[in-house]
């Protein structure tokens, strides 16, 4: 299956230097930041590089899914590689560790670093259609907002670059509130030029309903309800209700359906290349997460789920008595085979009978093991998600009962009676349909990477009495300290070496 991977590797190879001392000299065959941004095609690759960090294994390649899947309550790490498996149970003793924080940072700012070369150099380009110029500059402020969205989520108060970074530079850090004020600048902006769609030879790169979802994300992670309705109407209500449910709930996570009709953002892996995950010719579009995250015998099993999970799933049964078949997709389980029939338990793995494994994303269909070069897609955001968010958000603004229906379109995929009907002790309570909700969310996006951000938004991070209720589902939130492991440790290096920059007090 051919696959549109959005990247530039001539671009890549760009040296951008700050030298002052006129013994530093730049390299002939390598190209400096004078001598390019004279093109339109230069322009392209410039945005084009910014997509290529999604396979980069700071970010969405490896380590990101340990902090937003593995640190949550949804799942742990058995790694015999102690410090790996510390840092998702809130032991965080060397903050520059390099696979549990300073490669995320590193590639974090990386993409921000290469946003902010096409936003400043991009304007002074002659183009002969501006729209295409306003295109090009539109994805760079999505892009951006995108990074920084995520460093908001792990690390809260963190420097705010907005100019192409020189090697003297020493940002200044920021509130966490003036990074949202800035994602939301960024993604209204850049709503105003990008398209409705992209043709087919351009899939893959953010349309508007691509960023009304991220201001969704944005503002409800502040609690801002009123605005993040505005955001969704779009989506659901508005001029941007394209979307629509696959019939088939598992044609999210393979390569066989992607960027269908449930897409609204997904990155595009492919396993074309077999190289690293570093800036050579032959780097890797591939995902390395199933490899980290499979049963032990067909992969590192660095990962895996909590077997709670697998209890949430068979609390109700589908309308016709059976089980809810999200959980055959979801969860590698021992009595896979016995619940569904699936002859996928009968290959070389090991089992434990208390352990559970993420199967979203594998490759299972087509082979018997996994390595470092996955080709499904990840969907980022999808419209399963948008329903269940629209449908908190309107319980948020006080209107319950019209929440109801969003959350039936996701059950009544999988043949799950209505919630109402299942449910019935719910009524219009806040509360009660809240922490209704909160299970409809995991049953539908279990280990895709937003349980973190849930958490944090529904406050359940905030105090003893909820952390407690957490840990007995996840023994390792015992370890959590409130105020504290809500989010992490800015890179030590980092601090050390920037007197602008402040390590977090509780640290």
């Not at 937003?68 to 102690?82: K, Q, V």
């Not at 995520?150 to 090697?167: C, K, N, Q, R």
């Not at 067909?298 to 799933?313: E, H, K, N, T």
């Not at 352990?355 to 980022?380: H, I, P």
């Amino acid at each position: 299956m051919k696959k549109i991977i959005i990247i530039a590797a001539a671009f890549l190879g760009i040296v951008f230097t700050a030298c002052e001392n006129e013994l530093d000299l730049n390299s002939p065959n390598d190209l400096t930041t004078d001598q390019y941004w004279k093109t339109e095609s230069d322009a392209q690759a410039g945005v084009n590089s910014i997509y290529a960090m999604f396979y980069k294994d700071g970010v969405w390649a490896r380590w990101i899914y340990f902090r937003l899947d593995l640190t949550s309550d949804e799942g742990y790490s058995n790694s015999p590689w102690t410090e790996l498996a510390d840092w998702t149970r809130f032991n965080y003793i060397n903050y520059n560790f390099w696979e549990g924080n300073v490669v995320t940072w590193r590639d974090t700012y990386k993409a921000i670093f290469r946003c902010n070369q096409v936003l400043a150099n991009v304007p002074n380009i002659a183009f002969q259609n501006e729209e295409d110029k306003k295109k090009i500059i539109a994805q760079a402020k999505f892009l951006r907002a995108l990074n920084y969205y995520y460093a908001a989520v792990i690390w809260e108060d963190i420097p705010l670059v907005l100019e192409p970074s020189e090697p003297a530079d020493l940002p200044e850090q920021k509130n966490v509130a003036e990074i949202w004020i800035q994602i939301e600048k960024d993604l209204n902006e850049a709503f105003e030029d990008l398209p409705g769609s992209w043709p087919a030879d351009q899939t893959g790169r953010p349309d508007k309903g691509a960023v009304k979802a991220f201001l969704a994300k944005t503002y409800m992670q502040q609690r801002k309800w009123t605005e993040a309705k505005g955001a969704l109407d779009y989506l659901v209500t508005g001029a941007g209700a394209k979307y629509s449910l696959v019939p088939n709930y598992r044609d999210n996570f393979t390569d066989v359906n992607e960027n269908n009709s449930e897409s609204v953002f997904e990155i595009q892996f492919g396993d074309q290349r077999k190289g690293g995950t570093d800036e050579a010719q032959n780097a890797a579009v591939s995902s390395n997460r199933s490899q980290f995250f499979a049963p032990r015998g067909i992969g590192w099993s660095d990962g895996q789920a909590r077997f709670w999970l697998v209890d949430a799933f068979k609390q109700e049964n589908s309308i016709d008595g059976s089980l809810d078949v999200r959980l055959r997709w979801t969860l590698y389980y021992p009595d896979l085979l016995a619940d569904f029939g699936d002859k996928t338990y009968d290959r070389n793995w090991e089992w434990n009978n208390d352990e559970a494994w993420f199967r979203k994303g594998s490759r299972d269909y087509q082979r018997d093991n996994e390595d470092y070069y996955n080709q499904v897609n990840y969907r980022l955001v999808r419209y399963a998600d948008i329903l269940l968010r629209y449908a908190e958000v309107l319980n948020e603004l006080g209107n319950t009962a019209e929440a109801y229906q969003y959350v039936d379109l996701v059950r009544t995929r999988v043949n799950m009676n209505p919630l109402a009907v299942a449910h019935p002790e719910i009524g219009n309570d806040h509360d009660k349909f809240l922490e209704r909700l909160k299970t409809e969310r995991v049953l539908e996006l279990a280990g895709e990477s937003v349980r973190w951000e849930d958490l944090k938004r529904w406050g359940d991070l905030d105090t003893q009495a909820s952390v407690d209720k957490i840990a007995l589902r996840d023994p390792d939130f015992k370890n959590f300290t409130v105020g504290k492991n809500h989010r992490m440790p800015i890179p030590q290096s980092d601090v050390d070496n920037n007197p602008n920059l402040k390590q977090h007090p509780e640290y």
